[in-house]
């Protein structure tokens, strides 16, 4: 299957969606705005393919799911998509292209999309393989914490988004007491955060299991989560940052104002992101966590969630 994907970047690279084996009638998104693929900037604007990050084929469902590190007119993008392949042709195209952290809502690493942490490369016992039907009840859990079933993370299973591995400024997580750490992160310039699956995290009744990949023992769920672009404010850095409606209160306690003094900082706005969470799931645990963010405007959600 993965011969589609190689089909859909040299389509794009040379700006002619009909090298792709299209269906008759197709689906198609960029950023969740539907359109016919001639119409979409992807095939406007990327010049080559600098590598593709990871490719995650359910065979049984016939989908992939693909990350890559594209170029458009010398500087580097990150694109992930969904296809869905029926009798040999693409009739479903969900596709995603963020050029900039006011895409992403904060982290942006294209040029990490081919490095992965051993959380994702690890092989997996023979005895901890998880079944499809495992899988995908780790991907519903991913926006739905109602059931009250929890699941262990791995020590390796670092937070990753938009391309790389999260660091985050131990002053930020001072602020937030993450972990109930404290300043124990105080002695180091930037820190991994552990990833899995918090009580807390943001939910989506709407959200969708799309994509599971029993060899490779990953699932892929899109979902829409509500929230805010804040002002991220550390002693090194001014910014902003996209935060879930279910963590601004705590986000705002590290906003002291103090921080403030001779700065412009951005205000605070609503936004919603669509959001694709990749979970690495096998001996029982959670191995790998990988986030991507597409950002819009508040309320926004996509044409996918009647599918």
Request: hydrophobic letters at 40%; one cysteine or more; aromatic letters at 8%.
């Amino acid at each position: 299957m993965k011969k589609y994907v190689d089909l859909l970047f040299k389509s794009m690279v040379a700006h002619d969606p009909f090298i792709l084996p299209l269906a008759d009638s197709y689906a198609a998104t960029e950023n969740s705005e539907p359109a016919a693929l001639g119409a979409m900037s992807c095939w406007r604007t990327v010049t080559g393919l600098n590598c593709i990050g990871q490719c995650i084929i359910d065979k049984a469902a016939g989908q992939i799911f693909v990350t890559a590190n594209l170029a458009e007119g010398g500087m580097p993008s990150v694109f992930y998509g969904r296809l869905k392949i029926e009798n040999e042709t693409i009739s479903e195209l969900e596709l995603y292209i963020d050029r900039a952290p006011v895409d992403s809502g904060f982290i942006f690493k294209p040029e990490e999309m081919n490095t992965l942490p051993k959380g994702w490369t690890s092989p997996i016992p023979a005895d901890g393989r998880a079944t499809r039907e495992e899988l995908l009840a780790v991907g519903k859990a991913i926006f739905d914490n109602s059931t009250g079933v929890e699941y262990e993370s791995s020590e390796d299973c670092i937070l990753m988004e938009i391309g790389g591995i999260v660091y985050e400024d131990p002053e930020y997580l001072e602020g937030l007491n993450f972990d109930g750490k404290g300043n124990e992160y105080r002695s180091q310039e930037k820190v991994t955060i552990p990833a899995g699956l918090a009580p807390a995290r943001p939910t989506d009744p709407k959200a969708r299991v799309a994509v599971i990949d029993e060899e490779q023992g990953i699932v892929v769920s899109f979902a829409v989560v509500h929230g805010y672009v804040a002002p991220y404010v550390v002693t090194k850095e001014t910014g902003s940052c996209f935060v879930p409606a279910q963590m601004i209160e705590m986000h705002r306690g590290t906003l002291k104002p103090e921080m403030f003094k001779g700065r412009k900082v951005a205000q605070e706005m609503p936004a919603s992101a669509t959001t694709v969470e990749i979970l690495r799931f096998h001996s029982g645990k959670v191995q790998g966590m990988h986030r991507y963010i597409n950002l819009q405007g508040p309320g926004a959600s996509t044409p996918w969630v009647a599918k």
